[in-house]
């Protein structure tokens, strides 16, 4: 039997002991999350993914895939999770590759290439390269994009192929920025369910956005742009890096996102 919502009677009992246990351990969102989690799975397997969330493991690592700029991007344990905010990275990308012939995207610290796959949904043709250190992001970013891009597994830009330096139009980066003694503060999710590979910024959060700064402007054509997340309170001082290394540095941020990116363009001439 079903009410006037079309919802079985002993679904809407099932659905409310897992909004209530939801509850109790924590989540916010528990209702959303009970009704996601249901459509997810039922009987036995539905009970094993409601064990794992009221653990603490991460929604989407629990669901296998988050909503990230109008997609479903997959997700396993141990990866970091997409955040909204980085859709302001894409929001710039595909801004700055307005009228470009043919452009060429790198995307490093690529996690599971949400910000590639993203692109690549806006714009089919392009030439894009994504990598990470972590196997298991780079296993997460080739089940993504499939064959439509080239996914390496290397430090920054060590295994992007060399025929492309100083042939980049954006080089996209969603670089840890978090200070190392800052990650004890993080939420358990994050810091027990994600990889600090892709959380450590080092002692002030600069350390990966440095050598960003120091390696972009030698792989980004003239007039190329590289595109850096930060926090807000810390996009000055990667704007600088940036500056330094030769580049003209903005700030972007988007309130409604909550995301800040650092951009740096090279020269034309």
Request: aromatic share 2%; charged share 25%; hydrophobic share 50%.
């Amino acid at each position: 039997m079903t009410d006037d919502g079309g919802t079985a009677a002993g679904d809407r009992g099932d659905l409310g002991a897992i909004t209530s246990r939801l509850r109790a351990a924590g989540c916010v969102f528990a209702e959303e999350e009970a009704r996601l989690l249901a459509s997810s799975a039922a009987g036995a397997a539905l009970a094993r993914l409601v064990e794992r969330r009221v653990a603490g493991e991460p929604l989407e690592q629990v669901v296998g895939w988050v909503a990230f700029d109008g997609l479903r991007v997959v997700v396993e344990p141990g990866v970091f999770v997409p955040r909204r905010r980085t859709e302001l990275l894409v929001r710039v990308a595909d801004r700055l590759l307005a009228g470009r012939a043919e452009p060429v995207v790198v995307e490093l610290c690529c996690g599971v290439a949400a910000v590639s796959a993203a692109l690549l949904a806006r714009r089919p043709g392009l030439e894009l390269v994504a990598g990470d250190l972590d196997p298991a992001a780079v296993r997460g970013a080739r089940r993504n994009l499939g064959d439509r891009a080239l996914v390496v597994g290397g430090d920054l830009l060590d295994e992007v192929p060399a025929r492309l330096r100083g042939e980049v139009d954006v080089l996209v980066a969603n670089a840890p920025y978090v200070p190392t003694a800052a990650i004890a503060t993080m939420p358990p999710e994050a810091r027990l369910h994600e990889p600090a590979l892709a959380l450590d910024g080092g002692a002030d959060g600069l350390a990966l956005h440095r050598r960003l700064a120091a390696a972009a402007p030698g792989w980004l054509r003239p007039g190329g742009v590289v595109l850096i997340e930060a926090s807000e309170r810390g996009a000055g001082a990667t704007a600088a890096l940036l500056t330094a290394a030769g580049l003209t540095a903005e700030v972007v941020h988007d309130d409604d996102l909550d995301g800040t990116v650092v951009a740096g363009t090279r020269p034309l001439i």
